[in-house]
């Protein structure tokens, strides 16, 4: 009875133990109180709240891989002329992380009659879009709102970005330090 009670206790102990804690690692999360520093002016287009970037570089958006990791800059509010993000720190207040299923439409629409199922099955998704938003503070800087991380992965194992490779993804524009 003994042996059960020391190879239980042992076994719970062992689960604790896996918490994952290195940067490459898809489990582990960016902890708020990091910070994400810009390195150079980011300019905001006129009469837009974000901007997308993708391996260093600013994208529009249609010229985006979603397949890739890419992350989107948000303001607060949208304004009539280009607005100019100086060099400052951003203290990364909370973390969120969420997968929203990507699917075909349901059914094809032909002249008002609509069709479903016809081109195969349209139940499963075709891909998990793995999201890893950080909310962002500024006392110069307000405006600053929140930085998406984003890539669309395999449905059925699909992981988080690593934060090295969101890094990676920043990377000449924004420098992700943990506290």
């Known amino acids: 009875m ?6 239980v206790l042992v076994l ?3 689960g604790c133990a896996g918490t994952p804690t290195s940067p490459d690692s898809p489990y582990f999360t960016v902890p708020a109180g990091s910070r994400l520093i810009l390195e150079q002016p980011l300019v905001i287009p006129p009469e837009r709240v974000s901007v997308y970037i993708q391996k260093g570089e600013v994208m529009r958006y249609g010229a985006v891989n979603r397949y890739y990791p890419h992350c989107k800059l948000e303001l607060r509010e949208r304004t009539a002329q280009a ?8 203290l990364v207040t909370r973390v969120s992380r969420n997968i929203w299923m990507v699917s075909r439409p349901s059914s094809v629409r032909l002249a008002g009659a609509a069709f ?3 081109f195969g099955d349209d139940s499963s998704p075709m891909a998990a879009e793995m999201t890893t938003e950080l909310f962002l503070g500024s006392d110069r800087q307000p405006q600053a709102y929140r930085m998406s991380c984003i890539y669309w992965d395999d449905p059925a194992f699909p992981e988080h970005l690593s934060i090295n490779e969101i ?7 924004f420098r992700l330090e943990l506290p």
């Open 83 to 90: 607005f100019t993000l100086q060099p400052d720190t951003f």
């Open 12 to 14: 719970l102990l062992g």
């Open 116 to 118: 479903s199922g016809v």
């Open 2 to 7: 003994r042996r059960l009670w020391i190879t």
């Open 167 to 173: 890094r990676a993804t920043l990377a000449g524009l």
